[in-house]
């Protein structure tokens, strides 16, 4: 994907990316715009970046020009107007995004998580009281067979 966005629309998304997860000094964390963060991003769009160009597009309309080379006053209205629009092409990109920034080693540290995937170890999760189904289990069943 990173080879069909222009070098704008790389500046545009990567200033928007920033303005959804800022760096932060105080938990040590780099923002989603951080260099590594960012190239995970490109690289994830898949089935969605038909999505991702839509949010880009509508961000230059907004904007008259290229949203990365307005001033931040300007790009926070923008973005705030695109979100206000409820382009459903930005919840597509705002998973990416999310997604792209919670597996970066140095943001899960600062969440005291143990840097690997779940699996195949898995993590412990503490049981509760399973008799609490019991309701559900009495319930008939909501659907029929399909026979």
């Known amino acids: 994907m990173d080879n069909t966005l222009s070098a704008d629309q790389r500046r545009s998304l990567r200033c928007l990316a920033e303005m ?3 760096a932060s000094a105080e938990y040590a964390v780099p923002g989603a715009g951080d260099e590594t963060i960012f190239a995970d991003i490109l690289r994830s ?3 969605d970046a038909g999505h991702v160009l839509v949010v880009l597009q509508t961000l230059d309309r907004l904007s008259g020009s290229v949203f990365a080379d ?3 006053a300007r ?3 923008i973005a705030l107007q695109l979100r206000e629009t409820g ?3 930005l919840s597509f990109l705002s998973r990416i995004i999310l997604q792209c ?3 970066d080693d140095r943001v899960m540290r600062s969440l005291d998580m143990e840097v690997r995937p779940p699996f195949p170890q898995g993590f412990t999760v503490q049981q509760g009281d399973w008799s609490l189904l019991d309701p559900v289990r009495k319930r008939s069943k909501l659907y029929r067979d399909a026979s």
């Open 20 to 22: 959804m997860i800022p």
């Open 45 to 47: 769009f898949g089935r």
């Open 70 to 72: 307005l001033d931040p």
């Open 75 to 77: 790009r926070e209205q």
């Open 87 to 89: 382009a459903p092409a």
């Open 101 to 103: 920034y919670y597996r």
